[in-house]
């Protein structure tokens, strides 16, 4: 897809970047998103909402919270990016996906979620304003036993695959 420069759109949807994934587990390509945010700021092409759709961060595998209160540098890598594309006075909206949060009640962690709110951001599990409606799509696939048995096999082949 082809941009125009100088253009605020009406939105961008975004989701299921993993953020802060271990490349030993799943090889992500962010470096191919952050070009593609900054080539949005450098030809300033702004979004009158920026909607990410979850599982934004990766929170199954390690703790966020801990890489967070480590490196917030690195959380700012990404979301300075994700503010300087938000037109201004546009809504920035963060939907909590699976792999954000390790709540069987969809909640951030507490760190995270303040980190978000004062960067504005709107947290929540999902959004709608009359002509769509977004969520992350991982509804239903869990009960409490399967969430908490998924995420201590995932945290366990992790510590494997680190020692």
Known sequence: ???????????????????????????????????????????????????????????????????????????DKLFDRLDAIAARKGKRIYIVGNHDTTSFTMQLPDDIHNYL????????????????????GHQGQYNKISWAFHIAMVRFFHWLAVI
């Open 117 to 136: 709110d004062k960067r504005g951001w709107s947290v929540r599990e999902e959004y709608s304003n009359g002509d769509y409606v977004v969520v992350h």
């Open 1 to 75: 897809m082809k941009f125009e420069s100088d253009r605020t759109y009406r939105a961008i949807f975004l989701s299921d970047v993993h953020y802060l994934l271990d490349k030993k587990i799943k090889f992500h390509r962010h470096q191919d998103l952050f070009r593609l945010l900054d080539y949005f700021r450098k030809n300033n092409i702004r979004f009158k909402k920026v909607i990410l759709a979850g599982d934004i961060i990766e929170n199954w595998f390690f703790s966020a919270t801990r890489k967070y209160r480590r490196k917030q540098k690195r959380f």
